[in-house]
């Protein structure tokens, strides 16, 4: 059975998700579907690889007069790579509908070629925010009839500084247009600007509960002040991945890693924010061609980018920001495969992998030795809590330390024990007078019960 009906979806948009073999909705899909089918504000919450993408672009192709020659629905992302992918995903999805035309809209394309696609009257526009204003500022889209504005991944357009640009098409809108925005997270300064523009938003966050796939390994492997590439090689060549995300902070890293592995021979791609359109346009071709077996990336070049048969994610180094480790690990393991994270670390790394565990990721620490894998002590032992010390036992501890801190006479143990003796009647004496109390307290509700009639 395909649960998308419970939805009550087009059954037209139904056949294209079964054509793709999908029939059972995600969290974030199941649970925002609704509410914009009903032209409410949302803001979906939901880790990478969770189906940000079909949660919007179901209610959107459903929401769409294909008889019209206005631009209805706008679909802002923070990366030409993302806006391409989105645009194959809405196709896929309004396969059986006839009459709805998308235009992807994104700089390092030629003007005509856009130009082109616009003059067909497309209902539909995916692209970047630099890009659409400047099709804007030539005369070439209107935005007055748009009802629907999607913000995709929201918390890359703020960190790649789009948010004016944001604010500057929305101005340009109706008053109020159905504004949908979908992120891995949402932090404050973002937070700021959707509570301008939002009417009453419904929030919806799909990742309460699981904040990595449980289908993934988490594994922290030790690099031991050895030479970090060359501890990268060796486990690269311990693993027989189908393809292999190698992510690093910064893109120095990731140029020297692509180079290293490269003069190694190994089939080795690369993705960062600094590629000229042209080589990052023939790079993701080849990626999706299946030409690699490993690909090094930066973590903001390789956000929203969707790359299937991803089997494992190497860490190089953590990232400076702790949730981009999840959109790290959430490259694999999905559609319920199995997934394997490993995360190189030395001494000094030991504390950043520990908030990691702190926040619930289950590390095995383990090592590829002598053509085996070794698995070593965790790297957090699980100690049996102290018990806190009673109340008499602290008087007697205070008692002790006083005492340690005179002049030793005779009879010094002698006079010691007596004290600490005394200590512990007391506390006998006020146990008893307590029980005694107690027992008073039941006699008394209980000849009051019998008084009652009880």
Known sequence: MNEFRE?????????????????????????????????????????????????????LIEKIDSSSKNVQSLVLCPTRELSLQVSKEIDKLAANIKKIRVATIYGGESYEKQFKALKQNPQIIIGTPG???????????????????????????????????????????????QLMVFSATIPEQL???????????????????????????????????????????????????????????????????????????????VIHGDLDSTTRKTMMKRIRNDEFRYIVASDIAARGIDIEGVTHVINYNLPYEEDFYFHRAGRTGRNNADGI????????????V???????????????????????????????????????????????????????????????????EKIKQKHRREVIKKDIERQKKARYIAQSKAMKGE
């Open 341 to 352: 994270c490993f995360t190189l670390y030395d001494k000094e790394e030991v504390k950043y």
């Open 7 to 59: 939805l009550n979806i087009n059954e037209a948009i139904i056949e294209a998700l079964e054509k793709i073999d999908i029939t059972t909705p995600t969290p974030i899909q199941r649970e925002s579907i609704p509410y914009l089918l009903q032209g409410l504000d949302c803001i979906g919450q939901a880790q990478t690889g969770t189906g940000k993408t079909f949660a919007y672009s179901i209610p």
């Open 131 to 177: 890009r659409i204003i400047d099709q804007m500022n030539r005369g070439n889209i209107s935005f007055a009839n748009v009802k629907y504005l999607v913000l995709d991944e929201a918390d890359m357009v703020l960190e790649s500084g789009f948010l004016d640009e944001v604010g500057f098409i929305l101005s340009k809108m109706k008053k109020h247009v």
């Open 191 to 269: 937070q700021q600007f959707l509570r301008k523009y939002m009417k009453n938003p419904i929030s919806i966050d799909a990742d309460k509960t699981n904040i990595t796939s449980k289908s993934v390994t988490h594994i922290a492997y030790p690099t031991r002040n050895r030479d970090k590439l060359e501890v990268l090689k060796y486990l690269c060549e311990s693993i027989n991945p189908y393809l292999c995300l190698i992510f690093a902070s910064r893109k120095e890293d990731v140029d020297k890693i692509y180079r290293y592995l490269k003069s190694n021979e190994f089939d080795v791609g």
């Open 354 to 420: 520990l908030r990691f565990i702190n926040k619930g990721v289950k590390f095995i620490n383990r090592e590829y030795k002598n053509g085996k894998w070794v698995d070593l002590k965790p790297l957090v032992k699980q100690m049996t809590p102290k018990k806190k010390d009673s109340e008499v036992q602290k008087k007697i501890n205070k008692t002790i330390n006083i005492n340690k801190n005179q002049k030793v006479k005779p009879g010094y143990k002698k006079k010691l024990n007596k004290e600490i």
